[in-house]
C-alpha cells in the first residue's frame, strides 16, 4: 500500500511546544509545559538516554540544594525524582546558620534516568519522539517548529532548545580527538550554524568528567567512609516521597606525590596544556591535571569515590576529572590508596562544546531575536543539572504562559536562588560555565531551604503549576508556624526551670520569668531546650501537634528574626528600583548625557528595570539617574 | 550600584565648591525642617512654605554664618518632600562647617544623583532637566577628587586599595567557609579572622585620621620653595601676601621647624612650606635639613625652585635648574623655576631664561601676576571641577559608617555568630567602602577564592 506523505500530519501533529533535549532541562520543561496544559513533543536523540546524569550521581549541595527544593516548590519534577533514586542524603553546612544549610543526595545513576521517564510518561500531555533536530523551521520569520536529520518536519508554535553540551560537541582524550556529545554518543549539527544565521552570537565553552572505575578493585579499607545523615531529610516537600531507610556511603581517599608525577608525565599529551583546548572552563571544577599545576605546593588533593547506583558496581571517581591519555589516567590512579588494584570501566575526558551567551534573552528565557524561541540549560552558559533543571522549568512555564498570551512569570532576586540565576545570566551574561554560589545572591538569609514553599508555591499555584494540594500543605504549614510563634512570644518560662540549661550552654542566667521566644533567639539555645525546661510549653506545643517542618520554620523565624527583618528591609530598597519600568524600545543613544559605554551596554542588554540597568556592569549611578530622568518625562 | 536609605534626610552643597559670594546648601527628608531649626537663630515651626528667614546657623552659641534659609514643604518641592535650602556665604571653610553641623544633626549627605531620584519616585521630574544633572556633578567631581587626592597626598590612593584587598581577603575567607565547605582547603580560625579584620579597622581608622575634616580643609595645594635663604623666598611670600590681600597665618606644619604661609589665590588655597634648599654639603646639620627639604618635596603638588640671580651666572642658573630637576623631583610633582631679582642684573638676561621659567623681582613686583596665574593653571589642571571638600567629608562619613559595620563584625566574632551572618555586616561594609574603593562584587570575591584555593572536587 502506498502511504501518502500527508499520514506524517496524524503521526505527529501540530504542537503548541517542542523540547528539544531529554536532560535536566528538557526534562522539567516538557513536564512544567504540559502540567499547564500545553501539548508538548520532546524529541531527542537517543530515548534510553532520558535525564542522564553526565557528571557525578550526586543532586544538590551548597546553593544547587536550595534550587532544587525551589523547583520542588514550584511544582517541577527534580525533586521527587532526586528522592526517589537517592542511595544517600546529606543535609551539608548544618554548623552555620539556617540560610547554608544544603541538601545533597547521593542518586543511583540508572533509577534517577529510569524516575524521570517514568514521571514524564506518566504526564499527560507529553509525547515523545527520537530523532536529531538538526534546524528550526522558520517560515516568514516566524517559528513554525524544527527539522530533524532524518527528513521530517515537525510544526509547534513554540520551541524550547536544551541541548546541553550536545552542539558541536568535540571529545578530547589524550592527543585524541573525536565529535561527540557525551561519552558514547553523539554530537548535533546544524542548530548553531542557523542561529548565526539568524543573528546570533554563539561561543564555546568546556568542561570535563573523570572517569569511571570498578567497584569490585576497590579497597575501601584504606579509605575514609562518608556515611549519609543519621536522620536522612529529602528534597521534594510533598508526600509523594518517604526519606530514605537504608542509606550507601561514599569514601574518601588522597592522591599524592607519586600521582602527580605520573600525572606530569603525561603533561606534553595533555590537550589542556597542547594547545587543543582553547575555550573556557569552570574556574571551580578544574581537571586534576590543571590543579597539580596551578597549586604545585600541595602534595595531595582529595578524591570523592561516589557509587553510582544501589546494586552496580561502577564507581565514579570524584575529584580526578582529566583529559589525559587513557593510559596515564591508569597508571595515575594505580598510585592512589585503595585504587593500586583498580579496573576502569571508561575513562575520563573534556568535552568543548557551542553555547549561546545568555545576554541574548529575556527574563522569560525567551530569545530577543526569535519569538517564541526559548533556550534553558546549558546552552545558556550555565553548568550543573539543578541549574539546568530550574532553568527548563522557568522556560516550560514560560512558554506555555507565551501561547496563552499572559504575562510572563519572572522571580526576583530576593525571591529565589532561579531569580539571582536567570537575572546573572541575562544582565551580566558568562565568561565561564555558570554555577549558583551562595555569595551571588545579595539576600541569601531570605533565600533558604526551609521555606521555598513558603516564597514560592502561592507564586506558581496562581499561574496553575503547583497542585492545590501543595498550596493547601504549605498554608497549614503557615498556620502551624504562626500558631507556635505566637505560643512561644505568650508563654513565660522561670528561672528555676530554665537556669540549668543556660549554665550548661555558657549563657547567662536569668533571674525572673521571661518569654520563651526571647530566650530561643540567644546563641546556642533550641526550641527542644525550651521544651524540655518548661513543661507547660511542651504541652502546648504538643496540643497543637504540628509537623516537624513547622517546628524547624517556627524556631528559625524566631532565632533570626533579627536578621531576617533586616535582610526583608534590604530587598524591599531594591525592589523599588525593580518597580521601575524601562520601554522596550528606549533608544539610548539618543540620551546624550549617558557614558558612551553605558549606552553600549544599555543597547545590548535592553533592561526591563531601573533596578536591572542598575546591575550592567559599566552602567554608573550618574547613568541611572540620566535614566530616571529620561523616565521621569 | 546601590541606593541607601530614602527615608533619610539628606543634604548637598547645591553650588559649585570653591569661594565665591555666596553658595546654597540644600536639605531634603521629612526631618530637614527640625534639622534646620534646631541650628537655626530663629524659630521655623510655624514658618510656611516658600518662606524666606533670615538669621544665623549656630554651633552650640558660636555663630557659624548669616544666611538666607528658605522652606518648601511638601509637595511643592523640587524633590517633592520637605526641602530647605540654606543660603550662606561662599567660603569652603564655612560651607563644609555648616554641612559638618547639619550631619551631626542626623542629616545624610546626598550620593549622587539621590535628589533627583527622590524627585522622581515622588513625580516631580517634570522639572528642567538642567536642575538634575546638576546632581550629577557632584559624582563628576567625585572622580577629580579621587585624582586630587591621588596627586596630594600620594599615598592616599595606595591605601585606599590596600584596604579594598584587606576587605576582600577577610570576605572571601568567610565566603570560602560557606560556599566551599566540601572541599578540602583549609579555612581560617577565628584568630586568623580576627587579625583580618583588625587589620581592616585599623587601615579604615589610619584613613579616617588622614583624611578627618579639619586637614581636609587645611591642606589646600602643598607648595614646597627651594632656595637658599638669599633667594628671596619670604620677599616673594610677602608680595603674595599683599598683593591679594589674603588670609596669612603662621601654621607650625607637621616637622617642628617647617613654616607654612597660606596664601588664597582665587578661591584655592596654597600652602607655601619653605625649605632649606638642596646642594652638597658634608655638614652634618645641614645634611639633616637637607634630608628634610626632599621630604617637603616628595609631600608638595608644586615644587617652586627660586634661583638668585643677583649671584649667579645664567648658565650657573641654568645648571642648577638642570641638577634639581634631575635629583629632586621624583613624583608626580610640577617644577615651577623662578629666577629672583631680575631687577638687579640685566634685563637681557631675562630673556634668555624665559623658556626655563618665570623671571622676576620680588622686592619691585614684576612678573608676580604671571607667577599667580602659573600656580592656578598647575592646579587647574590637576584638579578637574572643584567638589573637594564635600566629597571629602562623604568619604569621611562613608569611612565612619564603616567604622560602625566593622565594629559590628568584630563583635560577631567575638559572639561566635556563623559566617552566613558575619558575611551580612561584611556586606554592608563592602558596599559603602564600594564608593571609594570600587565596588567588591560577588565575582571579585569568587575570582580572590579561586585563585587563592584549589577548588573543585
Known amino acids: ?633 | 550600584m546601590k541606593f541607601e536609605n530614602p527615608d533619610d534626610t539628606i543634604c548637598a552643597l547645591s553650588t559649585p565648591q570653591g569661594v565665591g559670594a555666596i553658595s546654597l546648601i540644600r536639605l531634603s527628608g521629612k526631618d530637614c525642617l527640625s534639622i534646620v531649626n534646631s541650628v537655626f537663630s530663629k524659630s521655623l515651626e510655624t514658618a510656611g512654605t516658600h518662606t524666606a528667614h533670615f538669621g544665623t546657623i549656630k554651633n552650640d552659641k558660636q555663630i557659624l554664618d548669616e544666611v538666607l534659609v528658605t522652606i518648601f514643604k511638601n509637595p511643592q518641592s523640587f524633590t517633592g518632600e520637605d526641602l530647605v535650602e540654606i543660603g550662606c556665604h561662599g567660603s569652603v571653610y564655612i560651607q563644609a562647617q555648616i554641612l559638618k553641623l547639619l550631619i551631626s544633626k542626623g542629616a545624610r549627605l546626598a550620593g549622587p544623583g539621590e535628589f533627583s531620584m527622590r524627585a522622581f519616585f515622588n513625580g516631580k521630574m517634570d522639572l528642567s532637566q538642567t536642575e538634575a544633572v546638576a546632581d550629577l556633578i557632584a559624582s563628576g567631581s567625585e572622580k577629580a577628587h579621587k585624582l586630587a587626592v591621588h596627586q596630594m597626598r600620594g599615598g592616599f590612593s595606595k591605601e585606599i586599595s590596600e584596604l579594598r584587598q584587606e576587605l576582600m581577603n577577610f570576605a572571601s575567607l568567610i565566603e570560602l567557609e560557606l560556599d566551599f565547605s566540601e572541599e578540602d582547603v583549609e579555612f581560617a580560625d577565628r584568630t586568623q579572622l580576627e587579625n583580618l579584620i583588625n587589620l581592616v579597622d585599623n587601615k579604615i581608622n589610619s584613613l579616617l585620621d588622614s583624611f578627618s575634616y579639619g586637614n581636609a580643609i587645611k591642606n589646600g595645594v602643598p607648595v614646597a620653595i627651594v632656595g637658599p635663604p638669599n633667594a628671596g623666598k619670604s620677599t616673594l611670600l610677602n608680595a603674595l601676601l599683599n598683593e591679594d590681600k589674603a588670609i596669612v597665618s603662621d601654621i607650625a606644619g607637621t616637622t617642628r621647624d617647617v613654616i607654612e604661609d597660606v596664601v588664597v589665590l582665587d578661591g584655592i588655597e596654597f600652602r607655601f612650606i619653605d625649605t632649606a634648599g638642596i646642594r652638597d654639603t658634608t655638614d652634618v646639620i645641614e645634611n639633616l635639613g637637607i634630608k628634610r627639604s626632599y621630604d617637603q618635596i616628595k609631600l608638595a603638588r608644586i615644587v617652586l625652585l627660586m634661583v638668585d640671580l643677583a649671584g649667579s651666572s645664567v648658565l650657573d642658573a641654568i645648571e642648577q635648574v638642570k641638577s634639581f630637576r634631575e635629583d629632586a623631583i621624583s613624583g608626580g610633582q610640577s617644577l615651577v623655576c623662578v629666577f629672583n631679582k631680575i631687577d638687579e642684573v640685566d634685563e637681557n638676561i631675562g630673556e634668555s631664561l624665559k623658556s626655563e621659567g618665570l623671571v622676576i623681582s620680588a622686592k619691585s613686583k614684576l612678573g608676580l601676576t604671571e607667577l599667580r596665574e602659573k600656580l592656578l593653571q598647575e592646579v587647574g589642571e590637576e584638579e578637574g571641577e572643584g567638589g573637594v571638600v564635600v566629597t571629602n567629608i562623604r568619604h569621611y562619613e562613608i569611612l565612619q559608617k564603616c567604622q560602625v559595620s566593622v565594629e559590628k563584625v568584630k563583635l560577631g566574632l567575638e559572639a561566635q555568630i556563623t559566617g552566613d551572618l558575619l558575611a551580612m555586616d561584611i556586606r554592608e561594609t563592602m558596599n559603602l567602602l564600594g564608593e571609594i574603593t570600587g565596588e567588591i562584587s560577588s565575582d571579585d570575591l569568587l575570582g580572590n577564592i579561586f585563585a587563592n584555593f584549589c577548588i573543585g572536587k
Open chain 1, 1 to 633: 500500500m502506498n502511504v501518502p506523505r500527508e499520514t506524517m500530519k496524524n503521526m505527529l501533529p501540530e504542537y503548541d511546544v517542542i523540547v528539544v533535549g531529554g536532560g535536566h532541562a528538557g526534562c522539567e520543561a516538557a513536564f512544567s509545559a504540559a502540567k499547564m496544559g500545553s501539548n508538548v513533543l520532546l524529541v531527542t536523540m537517543n530515548l534510553q538516554n532520558i535525564a542522564q546524569m553526565s557528571c557525578n550521581p550526586a543532586m544538590g549541595g551548597v546553593a544547587k540544594g536550595q534550587i532544587v527544593r525551589e523547583i520542588d516548590a514550584l511544582g517541577g519534577g527534580s525533586g521527587i525524582v532526586t528522592d526517589k533514586s537517592a542511595i544517600q542524603f546529606k543535609m551539608l553546612n548544618l554548623s552555620k546558620g539556617p540560610a547554608m544549610w544544603s541538601p545533597r543526595t547521593q542518586n543511583d545513576r540508572m533509577r534517577f534516568a529510569e524516575e524521570w521517564r517514568l514521571q514524564l510518561e506518566r504526564t499527560e500531555n507529553v509525547h515523545f519522539w527520537q530523532d536529531m533536530v538538526n534546524g528550526l523551521l522558520i517560515e516568514d520569520g516566524k517559528l513554525k517548529g524544527v527539522k530533524t536529520v532524518i527528513g521530517m518536519e515537525i510544526k509547534s508554535k513554540a520551541v524550547v532548545l536544551t541541548n546541553g553540551t550536545f552542539l558541536n560537541g568535540l571529545i578530547h582524550l589524550g592527543e585524541k580527538n573525536f565529535s561527540g556529545g557525551r561519552s558514547g554518543e553523539g554530537a548535533s549539527y546544524g542548530i548553531t550554524e542557523q542561529l548565526v544565521d539568524l543573528g546570533f552570537e554563539t561561543g564555546r565553552m568546556k568542561t570535563g568528567t573523570p572517569p569511571r572505575v570498578d567497584g569490585r578493585s576497590l579497597d575501601y579499607s584504606k579509605m575514609e567512609e562518608q556515611p549519609g545523615d543519621e536522620n536522612p531529610n529529602k528534597f521534594s516537600y510533598s508526600d509523594h516521597t518517604d526519606s530514605l531507610s537504608k542509606q550507601r556511603s561514599c569514601y574518601i581517599t588522597y592522591t599524592n606525590p607519586k600521582t602527580h608525577k605520573v600525572l606530569k608525565g603525561g603533561f606534553d599529551r595533555s590537550p589542556m596544556f597542547n594547545g587543543s583546548i582553547k575555550s573556557k572552563g569552570p574556574r571551580y571544577c578544574p581537571s586534576i591535571e590543571d590543579k597539580i599545576n596551578r597549586f604545585a605546593e600541595r602534595d595531595r588533593h582529595q578524591i570523592f569515590v561516589e557509587p553510582e547506583g544501589w546494586e552496580t558496581v561502577e564507581i565514579y571517581v570524584n575529584g580526578f576529572s582529566t583529559s589525559l591519555p587513557e593510559e596515564v589516567q591508569y597508571e595515575a590512579l594505580k598510585t592512589i590508596p585503595g585504587f593500586e588494584n583498580v579496573k576502569m570501566f571508561r575513562p575520563g575526558y573534556a568535552i568543548e562544546y557551542d553555547y549561546f551567551p545568555p545576554t541574548q534573552l529575556t527574563h522569560s528565557l525567551e530569545t530577543k531575536l526569535v519569538d517564541n524561541l526559548f533556550f534553558a540549560g546549558q546552552i545558556n552558559g550555565t553548568t550543573g543539572y539543578e541549574e539546568a533543571a530550574s532553568q527548563g522549568l522557568m522556560a516550560g512555564i514560560n512558554v506555555h504562559l507565551k501561547l496563552q498570551g499572559k504575562e510572563p512569570f519572572i522571580l526576583g532576586r530576593s525571591d529565589a536562588y532561579i531569580g539571582v540565576l536567570i537575572d546573572d545570566l541575562i544582565t551580566k551574561g558568562t565568561e565561564e560555565p555558570y554555577r549558583m554560589f551562595t555569595s551571588r545572591a545579595e539576600f541569601r538569609i531570605l533565600l533558604r531551604q526551609d521555606n521555598a514553599d513558603l516564597r514560592l508555591t502561592n507564586l506558581s499555584h496562581q499561574i496553575g503549576l503547583a497542585s492545590t494540594e501543595q498550596l493547601d500543605k504549605v498554608n497549614l504549614k503557615i498556620e502551624q508556624t504562626n500558631a507556635l510563634k505566637s505560643i512561644l512570644k505568650k508563654t513565660s518560662v522561670a528561672p528555676d526551670e530554665i537556669n540549668s540549661i543556660l549554665e550548661s550552654k555558657n549563657s547567662s542566667v536569668i533571674k525572673q520569668k521571661q518569654k520563651a521566644n526571647s530566650l530561643l533567639v540567644r546563641p546556642h539555645i533550641s526550641m527542644s531546650d525550651m521544651r524540655s525546661a518548661s513543661e507547660f510549653l511542651d504541652q502546648k506545643i504538643k496540643d497543637l501537634d504540628p509537623t516537624q517542618d513547622a517546628l524547624i520554620q517556627a524556631e528559625i523565624q524566631i532565632k533570626y528574626d533579627g536578621y531576617i527583618s533586616r535582610e526583608q528591609e534590604n530587598a524591599l530598597k531594591l525592589n523599588r528600583l525593580e518597580e521601575v519600568k524601562i520601554p522596550p524600545h528606549t533608544d539610548y543613544s539618543t540620551l546624550s548625557s549617558l557614558s558612551a559605554e553605558a549606552v553600549e551596554k544599555l543597547t545590548e542588554i535592553k533592561p526591563v528595570t531601573i533596578g536591572q540597568a542598575s546591575r550592567i556592569s559599566g552602567v554608573s549611578p550618574s547613568d541611572v539617574s540620566i535614566l530616571l530622568v529620561y523616565l521621569g518625562r
